[in-house]
Each structure stands twice: as structure tokens, then as C-alpha cells.
């Protein structure tokens, strides 16, 4: 008698182990993603990772990571945090990670803001105008004085320049952030 072709083929014959488990290029890829990670963890400080939701050994083994000295001694305690790793959640890890890293990128972009702000103000006197515009809260006059210290330094030759009325305005600005950066 003839076999019924209508059946499904998948509710007869069980899927081989090696089509549902990942591929070991796969699995290996995750290992380094974990070690990369671990990485990232080992660089955080102390009082952050105490927050995190990891295991007592998995923090033990970051803290025993930084007091190891020798090459091969870090590279082999790196793996071991990437074995516990595998029986962490990494979610969380790689939230708090990005949330540091994203706070470090913050940090730089205001600096770089405050040096942007500092050599504007320092050639023209429209900056003035537009810096004051976003935060009303400064004192101008301070600031004004601070603008002039700057300029006749600048104005000085390279061996007698002290620098100090640069990095007065440089702390100053900093210090006043725009309004508009503080609602963000």
C-alpha cells in the first residue's frame, strides 16, 4: 500500500542535533563577545560594579583580575570571567557598560564644547551675544573681564604667556552650562 505524501515530514522524522544547536563559529563568537564584555567590566570601577546584578565569584574574579600582575596570569583570569559570564545574565552588564561609556562620551562632548566656547570668545564679540542668550545666569562682567585677561595674554609673546586667564575662562564656562543642555 502506498505511503500518504500528505503527512508532514517534520512530525515524522525528528530534526538532527546539529541543526538545532548554534554553530560552533557561532558559539565561539559569543565566547569572545562575553570576554569583551568581562573587559569592560574589569575597567569599571569598584563602586559601580558592586551595583550590578552578578554573581559573588564572578566579582571576586574581576577584583582577583586586577591584582594579578603577569601577562599570562590576566589573560587566563580573563577567561575564567568569560566562563562565569555564561552563567550570568549579560544584559544588564552590557546596559551599565553602555551607560558608562555613553556618560564618558557626555563628558568629552562638553569639554570640547567648553574649549569650542573659550576660543570664540576670545576672537570675537558676537560670542559674547550668543553665549550670554543661553544662560542668562552668568555674570557678564565677570566674564567680560575674563574675556580680556585671555586676549591681552594671547596678545603676549609665546615666553611670556602664564596661561592662567585661559584657564580662568576655560573653568568659568564650564561652570555655566547652556539652559538648553541642562532640559536634555
Not at 142 to 161: C, G, M, T
Amino acid at each position: 500500500m502506498p505511503q500518504n505524501d500528505s503527512a508532514d515530514p517534520a512530525e515524522t522524522e525528528p530534526i538532527p542535533a546539529w541543526l538545532t544547536r548554534p554553530s560552533k563559529t557561532r558559539r565561539k563568537k559569543d565566547s569572545h563577545d562575553l570576554q569583551a564584555l568581562g573587559v569592560a567590566l574589569v575597567e569599571m570601577p569598584d563602586n559601580r560594579l558592586v551595583d550590578l546584578p552578578m554573581d559573588e565569584i564572578l566579582l571576586d574574579a574581576i577584583r582577583q583580575y586586577r591584582g594579578t600582575r603577569t601577562h599570562e596570569g590576566r589573560r587566563r583570569q580573563m577567561q575564567y570571567i568569560g566562563k562565569l559570564m555564561r552563567r550570568t545574565d549579560p544584559e544588564p552588564l552590557r546596559e551599565a557598560v553602555a551607560a558608562m561609556q555613553l556618560g564618558h562620551a557626555k563628558d568629552a562632548l562638553a569639554l570640547h564644547d567648553a574649549e569650542r566656547w573659550r576660543a570664540e570668545l576670545i576672537a570675537s564679540d558676537d560670542a559674547l551675544t550668543e553665549w550670554t542668550a543661553n544662560r542668562p545666569q552668568a555674570d557678564v562682567q565677570q566674564l567680560r573681564s575674563l574675556i580680556r585677561a585671555a586676549r591681552k595674554d594671547a596678545s603676549l609673546v609665546p615666553e611670556q604667556r602664564s596661561g592662567r586667564a585661559f584657564r580662568e575662562l576655560f573653568k568659568f564656562i564650564r561652570q555655566h552650562p547652556a539652559e538648553s543642555a541642562e532640559k536634555s
